[in-house]
């Protein structure tokens, strides 16, 4: 049960930071439209990310390096447009922050004041630090993201667990003390062994939030697609699978093509009718 049950009253960074310091488990999934963050808000979901993996998920690209800022902004208009309890993070695209400072900052602002965000993420560490700091300073709560980073996951030699041997497990340990000290209230561990994350966990006092770093985490995340078996590209060893709600589309929707077809559909109760004296007057009108 939250430590925050009220319904309407939207989660911030410091009840997230509550529920870490009390060691409730964190919930966390990302969504895209208006239906989705109405469903994973009525569910009771602590977190929402309208993360830049909509640019795979719901926009058909291969991967997250063609998202851009005006995709980020009107799907996150429609997710915060749904959503009364969820704390949302609006994710920053590639090259939305990468330029320079000023550019990030105003990124962040306009994902943050325009699309009704309750915070911002970015992928990046220790280089970063100085962009994280300047987006806390501007007054707008930051969730880093570390370990694998899929927008540049060219430059990692692809989707590779991260943080494997003694210097690249300190590395990601350092991105994470840096990403806390630049202000992050909160960090995304993705694809890193479990037994790191969880002493990155021990050392940090900020949430970690967990995809494919194991159980000890404060929180964990899936993609929505990927949790409810609607993304059938591939399924990365750290999901888990609910449902298979592309099958189940595609039955319902299989169903009513065979109805139209059949003429089964409409049927009487989807249908309106006139009275009976209307329809004699109006054939006799029009001499049918
Ligand atoms: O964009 C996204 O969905 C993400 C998650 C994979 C954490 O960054």
């Known amino acids: 049960m939250s430590s925050h049950p009220d319904a309407t009253k939207k989660l911030l960074s410091a009840d997230l930071l509550k529920m870490r310091a009390d060691g409730e488990k964190i919930s966390m999934i990302t969504a895209y439209s208006y239906p989705q963050g109405m469903i994973v808000d009525q569910a009771g979901i602590d977190i929402i990310l309208v993360g830049d993996s909509l640019g795979m998920v719901e926009l058909g690209y291969d991967d997250t390096v063609p998202v851009t800022m005006d995709e980020m902004l009107m799907h996150t208009k429609a997710v915060t447009r749904a959503v009364k309890r969820a704390h949302v993070v609006g994710d920053l695209p590639f090259m939305s922050y990468n330029i320079s400072t000023e550019q990030a900052v105003t990124n962040a602002g306009i994902l943050y004041k325009n699309g009704g965000a309750d915070s911002i993420k970015f992928e990046g560490g220790q280089e970063y630090a100085n962009v994280a700091s300047a987006i806390t300073r501007a007054g707008i709560p930051f969730f880093a993201h570390i370990g694998l ?112 077809k059949e003429v089964n559909f409409p049927a009487a109760e989807h249908s309106f009718n006139m009275k009976k004296e209307a329809v004699e007057e109006l054939k006799n009108a029009l001499g049918v």
Do not use: R
């Open 149 to 260: 980073t899929p927008q540049t996951a060219a430059m990692m030699g692809g989707f590779k667990v991260q943080g494997k041997s003694l210097d690249a497990a300190k590395a990601v340990l350092d991105d994470a003390l840096a990403m806390q000290d630049a202000g992050a209230f909160a960090v995304i561990l993705e694809a890193i062994p479990q037994q790191l994350a969880e002493i990155i966990t021990e050392k940090l006092d900020i949430c970690t939030v967990g995809i494919g770093a194991g159980p000890q985490c404060s929180g964990q995340v899936l993609v929505f697609h990927d949790l409810l078996g609607l993304f059938k590209k591939f399924t990365p060893k750290f999901v888990k699978v609910y449902a298979d709600m592309y099958s189940a589309q595609m039955d319902a929707v299989s169903e009513y093509i065979k109805d139209v």
